[in-house]
């Protein structure tokens, strides 16, 4: 649907984006996750045609954007826009949703029926004739989305549609976006730093970090593969690094980090130097005193507990066992096998639950023996 | 002797209650006033009709070079638009004696425009009074759109307008600070003297409108009229915010309060 090659935007000296290439299924929900600042906003308007790109190309449907004014006009007719601080003109609700038929030429009748569709679809039918300036934040984004589906576009782009929101209001907004995918086939492109989000509504997600699109993947491959720290430290794993392969047969490999052998899956080789990254949630803490059943976990590896902070409904738990792990346990759990800080407690990780990647900067190094 | 007399005591008298004095003359010349309005006196109404037909004809037509005017420098960006806009500001704050002279300069037998007979004519008065009041308007024309916050135009930009649907747009959401703007443009021109009297000559039954009048009349003593007339100057004053006030008002109460515009 819409293909993005070697795009690049400079504001003077800063460079906002650099050499993204991409390319965006038609029908499919694409989510750019980031940090704040990072360019997904600037990414999303340059899709939109709102800002011209310093290098690079934009496909639409397999024509290029890069085209005079009534031509981008054109291409961006196709296209719907929610930002993320929706601005309402001083009109009606309906009248605000009208614009984009207004612009159109579409008047009368039709456009009061399309109005009134529209704002059926974001459950807000009775709030036609309603000043748009009296609504709440959560019923403007729904009037903005409705503005924007009005037109029946193509793609759908979303710049963190949910960021000013509370939790409920989020949810109605997402649950409008799955709903407006699957109806209308809309290819939707959406940017939110809440990765949980992201992870919720994506097909694919890509990730941009300092201007650069650093990955792309479902969100399995983002969440359980991140390639690179940085992305890790994003998705919620903090890397654990210094490690080294010390025995590799045929993909089960033995890594030795500081003291602590660890057994994973990786097709790295014997000698090289490597991060380790583990999901909090795929990590269990037994008390050391009790012994652990015997399982299939083959990382049992004793430590104590450095340091417990709450997140929601469950405490993350970081362990030091030479190397900091951390695991995220349910509040219930946690009361009723008495932990507190300095106990002893053992971390078991599957050896399939460990992400292995290539360390920054690979030093040769010494064999070392488990 | 007996005359000489009577002034050195008035003269005393006036030294020694000077306030008594002129509370008596304003007491007096406000129930003068009153009769001349309550009596629709004709030399009265004549003035107030002058000033009010050579200040709104002077508002309309800065109105229609000001707004658009203002909005070509809103919308396009060239080199010395920064310094056009502070000159603009700075503009506001020219003293209406400098307008009037320089129009009467162009306007007069000798100028440029001198074959045009516009010098003490109401028309010379209605071209000096927008030449004096199109500053102002058009930078509070600039500062109004200006006031449009951004993402208004990057949505219109968005929901598919063409650059002139979007300026029609935007200047329609301006459209409560632009009339302020014309607004103050007319309280600018009703109320100033330096002009009207450079301009019109403050002839009698032609070019005297009501700060001339007011001028004259105080310098002559006749503090009555003057009070008069100075009431009239307030009196259409208040017609013309109630006006505004009107219009305004034909929006629900929620629309007001957020443009700005009056409660209740």
Not at chain 1, 52 to 79: H, K, V, W, Y
Not at chain 1, 290 to 305: A, C, D, E, H, Y
Not at chain 2, 98 to 117: K, N, Q, T
Request: glycine content about 10%; overall charge positive.
């Amino acid at each position: 649907m819409i293909e993005i090659g070697h795009l690049s935007l400079r504001f003077g000296e800063r460079e906002i984006l650099k050499d993204i290439n991409l390319r965006i299924r038609p029908g499919e929900i694409f989510t750019l996750i980031g940090p704040s600042g990072s360019g997904k906003t600037t990414l999303i308007r340059l899709i939109d045609l709102l800002e011209s790109p310093t290098a690079g190309t934009i496909f639409f449907d397999g024509q290029d954007t890069a085209t005079s004014e009534a031509g981008r006009l054109a291409f961006r007719r196709r296209m719907g826009m929610v930002f993320q601080k929706p601005a309402v003109l001083n009109t009606t609700v309906a009248g605000n949703v009208a614009f984009g038929l207004k612009f159109r030429g579409v008047t009368g009748t039709e456009q009061e029926e399309r109005v009134n569709k529209a704002l059926r679809l974001v459950g807000l039918a009775e709030f036609g004739p309603r000043r748009a300036l009296t609504l709440s934040g959560g019923e403007m984004q729904r009037v903005a989305l409705a503005r924007a589906m009005v037109t029946e576009p193509e793609v759908l782009l979303l710049d963190e549609p949910t960021a000013n929101l509370d939790p409920v209001s989020a949810e109605l907004i997402e649950d409008l976006i799955l709903k407006i995918n699957r109806e209308f086939k809309t290819t939707i492109i959406m940017s939110t730093h809440d990765m949980i989000q992201g992870q919720r509504l994506a097909d694919r997600i890509g990730v941009i970090m300092d201007g650069k699109l650093v990955q792309t993947g479902t969100s399995t491959d983002i969440f359980y593969q991140p390639m690179g720290q940085k992305i890790a430290r994003f998705v919620g794993i903090e890397a654990i690094t210094g490690g080294i392969v010390v025995e590799n047969t045929s993909g089960h490999a033995l890594i030795r980090v500081k003291d602590t052998c660890i057994e994973a899956l990786t097709g790295i080789g014997a000698g090289k130097r490597v991060a380790l990254y583990i999901r909090p949630e795929e990590v269990t803490l037994t008390p050391t005193d009790s012994l652990p059943p015997k399982s299939s976990v083959r990382n049992q590896i004793p430590g104590w507990i450095k340091r417990m902070v709450p997140s929601g409904p469950f405490i993350r738990v970081t362990v030091d066992c030479t190397i900091p792990i951390t695991a995220l346990i349910t509040r219930r759990s946690c009361t009723e096998l008495g932990f507190s800080p300095g106990s002893l407690v053992t971390a078991g990780v599957k050896a399939t639950a460990i992400h292995v990647l290539p360390d920054e900067g690979e030093n040769p190094v010494n064999k070392f023996i488990c | 002797m007996i005359i000489g007399i009577n002034l050195f005591s008035r003269i005393r008298l006036l030294r020694t209650f000077p306030e008594w004095t002129r509370l008596n003359d304003i007491t007096e010349g406000i129930s003068q006033a009153i009769h001349l309005i309550v009596t629709l006196n004709p030399e009265v109404m004549q003035i107030a009709a002058l000033s009010l037909y050579i200040s709104l004809s002077a508002t309309i037509l800065a109105a229609v070079i000001a707004i658009p005017v203002g909005g070509f420098i809103h919308f396009h960006e060239f080199r010395g638009k920064r310094v056009l806009i502070v000159l603009i500001q700075t503009l506001y704050s020219v003293p209406t004696v400098v307008v009037g002279l320089v129009v009467y300069l162009m306007i007069s037998r000798s100028g440029p425009f001198g074959f045009l007979g516009l010098l003490f004519t109401p028309e010379g008065m209605i071209l000096g009074q927008t030449v004096l009041i199109i500053p102002i308007m058009m930078g509070l024309v600039i500062s109004a759109l200006g006031g449009v916050d951004k993402s208004i135009s990057d949505t219109l930009i968005a929901l598919g307008a063409t650059g002139s649907q979007k300026i029609f747009e935007i200047v329609k959401e301006a459209r409560y600070a632009i009339l302020s703007a014309v607004v103050l443009g007319f309280g600018r021109a009703i109320a100033e003297v330096g002009v009207a009297m450079m301009i019109g000559g403050n002839i009698r039954g032609h070019t005297r409108v009501l700060t001339t009048a007011i001028t004259l009349e105080t310098g002559m003593g006749k503090f009555g009229f003057s009070i008069a007339l100075g009431i009239i100057l307030l009196a259409v004053a208040l017609i013309v915010v109630v006006t505004l006030n009107l219009i305004t008002s034909g929006l629900d109460r929620d629309a007001q309060q957020l443009a700005g515009g009056p409660r209740g």
